[in-house]
């Protein structure tokens, strides 16, 4: 697969808005190099001024509705990719995807239709990591036909939810996102801590080490 004397390499190409998607893509990169690959990193960035990202923020049930229309018709936005060059051959691309409104975040989609993904994912298998609060089925459908239609092979997905029921998780992100400190307790519901808890980051050596054998 991977050239001669070189290792193989994996890509993660991501976006994170408070640092979940994130804290997946640091285990997965040590749990990469656990099994003898290295590991690329791209983050994108929403730099759309139709799009304006605020994390906390002030009116967030205004500014959560605001994103239904977008991401309801997948829209794509203006992003920018750090580095702005990924590597052209890598053995495996990685996709970390936040889910908003039960889709891909707005910069995924726009990563998935862009030249850059048309290039990376030809040829190529893909996995795919998806984040949410608690619905992430139409986020992975996205993604993976999409990377399908750009001629990738999808290899594997890993999916992280918050904990909590959907009232808990709920009630978590709206403190969140609002005074970006969740409570113990709001409306009398017991809240979980914002966030994927450490056990399902667990889950990420074992899928890892899963690919890298079956991809040799
Ligand atoms: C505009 C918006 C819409 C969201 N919609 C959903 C949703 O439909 N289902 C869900 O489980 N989580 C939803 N979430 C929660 C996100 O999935 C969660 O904040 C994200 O995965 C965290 O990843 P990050 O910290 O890397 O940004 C939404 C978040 C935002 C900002």
């Known amino acids: 697969m991977s050239g001669v004397g070189r290792r193989p390499r994996a890509l993660i190409v991501y976006?994170?808005?408070?640092?979940?998607?994130?804290?997946?893509?640091?285990?997965l990169i040590s749990?990469?190099?656990?099994?003898?690959?290295d590991t690329e990193v791209c983050r994108i960035h929403l730099e759309d001024p139709r799009y304006p990202l605020a994390h906390p923020v002030p009116g967030v049930?205004?500014?959560?509705?605001?994103?239904?229309?977008?991401?309801?018709?997948?829209?794509?936005?203006?992003?920018?990719?750090?580095?702005?060059e990924p590597s052209a051959e890598p053995d495996l691309v990685v996709i970390g995807s936040p889910t908003w409104w039960f889709n891909p975040a707005l910069p995924i989609v726009s990563f998935m239709q862009s030249q850059h993904a048309e290039g990376l994912l030809?040829?190529?298998?893909?996995?795919?990591?998806t984040i949410c609060r608690s619905a992430w089925a139409g986020n992975l459908a996205w993604v993976?036909?999409?990377?399908?239609?750009?001629?990738?092979?999808?290899?594997?997905?890993?999916?992280?939810?918050?904990?909590?029921?959907?009232?808990?998780s709920m009630l978590a992100f709206?403190?969140?996102?609002?005074?970006?400190?969740?409570?113990?307790?709001?409306?009398?519901?017991?809240?979980?801590p914002y966030g994927i808890q450490d056990d399902h980051l667990a889950a990420i050596p074992a899928f890892v080490r899963k690919i890298a054998d079956e991809l040799g």
């Open 15 to 27: 976006f994170s808005l408070t640092g979940q998607t994130s804290r997946v893509v640091e285990g």
């Open 174 to 192: 709206i403190h969140k996102f609002k005074h970006d400190r969740v409570p113990t307790h709001a409306w009398g519901v017991p809240l979980h």
């Open 31 to 37: 749990s990469w190099s656990r099994c003898g690959w």
């Open 61 to 84: 049930w205004r500014f959560l509705l605001r994103w239904i229309p977008p991401q309801l018709a997948h829209r794509t936005g203006d992003i920018r990719l750090d580095p702005p």
């Open 122 to 129: 030809q040829g190529k298998p893909f996995a795919v990591m």
């Open 144 to 168: 993976r036909k999409r990377g399908e239609a750009l001629g990738g092979r999808f290899v594997g997905h890993l999916a992280f939810r918050f904990p909590g029921n959907t009232a808990q």
